[in-house]
């Protein structure tokens, strides 16, 4: 099976900012990423300004510094986050507005990358720390709001960590997260076999161990959890093999999914894992995660953190729980009529 680069989405580029170097480095990332999507001199000067402007924050008011993360959204989107452990904005109406207080600026820094981007989310909290999200259009239109977003970091430029989301059929949604053994380059091509495995038939679960573990012989292996959303049904459908962690998150309760030992590709014959079936309410929001993160996250530790975008979130608890031995992957998923 060749690779199908359309199935799995680009991992983030992680810049850590720690001198005005490291901005210009954002900055011209942008800049290729937009060319790259095939954006006009315009597209290119609105991603270079949100680069610039949130890699300067963190300069200016983030101490110890943060990291910028960049990845393209095809066809036609690029997506920049800056993430810090700072001192947290006091008056986040007031940034925004372009009224802060700014010894060290002008004080508009966050209101003119917002109007550079095309969707534009701040999540900020005393003394630790903000990430702000400014997603850039190349045709110069509003973003919609989403609601299925990740953060995926490899320990090299070639990450074993992949996820996507597809459509299914009408009114479902099925999200994957794919851990290829180890990281690297043999670790990614693990990743892109099960992942085009998964875009060939995104609600196909009882058949998907069988299908992956066939092709998938020959990598180095993988392991997986996949979900299929279906809010007609109020039903979320899951196959989780291996450590990839997933919990559903429901007006402050927590239901774990099960996960079946095992791996995709090393064995001639398939895990033995059984879809599991959990409750998809209004409401609802999924967090899946690689092991390239601690396997326990303190949700009851972000109030209001899931009312925010999903990349939003997901940069959150990639910060406060990426052990930074491994690739590491987080995905956070609402139910699409969320209240």
């Known amino acids: 099976m060749s690779h199908r680069a359309a199935v799995r989405f680009a991992p983030h580029r992680q810049i850590v900012v720690t001198d005005d170097a490291a901005v210009g480095e954002a900055r011209r990332t942008a800049n290729r ?9 315009k597209a290119v000067t ?29 066809p036609g989107q690029v997506e920049i986050l800056a993430v810090d452990r700072g001192p947290g904005i006091r008056d986040l109406e007031a940034a925004l507005d372009g009224r802060s207080p700014a010894p060290k600026g002008l004080g508009c820094g966050l209101r003119s ?10 999540w900020t909290s005393a003394g630790a720390g903000t990430v702000a999200l400014g997603v850039v259009d190349l045709g110069g239109s509003p973003v919609e709001r989403r609601t299925c977003a990740g ?33 690297g380059p043999a670790a990614s091509a693990a990743a892109d076999v099960v992942l085009d495995v998964f ?19 020959g990598t180095r292996g993988a392991v997986a959890t ?7 049904a109020d039903t979320l459908s899951a196959l989780a093999i291996g450590n990839v962690s997933g919990r559903v998150l429901v007006d402050g309760a927590e239901k774990g999914v099960v996960t079946f030992s095992g791996s ?8 033995s894992a059984r879809v599991q079936q959990y409750p998809w309410p209004r409401g609802a929001t999924l967090v899946l995660w690689s092991d390239g993160l601690r396997s326990r996250l303190e949700f009851d530790r972000y109030p209001g953190l899931f009312d925010h975008d999903p990349a939003v979130a997901a940069a959150v608890l990639h910060r406060d729980y990426a052990r930074g031995t491994d690739d590491a992957t987080v995905v956070v998923a609402r139910r699409r009529d969320r209240r």
């Open 33 to 41: 990423l937009v060319g790259a999507l095939g954006g006009d001199e």
């Open 46 to 74: 609105r991603a270079e300004l949100v680069a610039t402007e949130l890699g300067t924050n963190l300069l200016r008011h983030a101490e110890p510094g943060g990291w910028i993360l960049l990845r393209p959204v095809p």
């Open 113 to 122: 990358a917002a109007r550079a981007s095309g969707l534009f989310d701040v």
């Open 151 to 183: 953060v995926c970091v490899g320990l090299s430029e070639v990450s074993g960590d992949g996820w996507s989301v597809r459509g299914a059929d009408v009114g479902r949604e099925a999200v994957a997260v794919v851990d290829g053994v180890g990281h």
């Open 199 to 217: 875009g060939d038939d995104p609600a196909g679960l009882t058949s998907l161990a069988a299908r992956a573990n066939e092709l998938a012989r």
């Open 226 to 232: 996949v979900c299929v959303l279906d809010p007609g």
């Open 264 to 271: 995709l590709g090393l064995s001639a014959r398939p895990p």
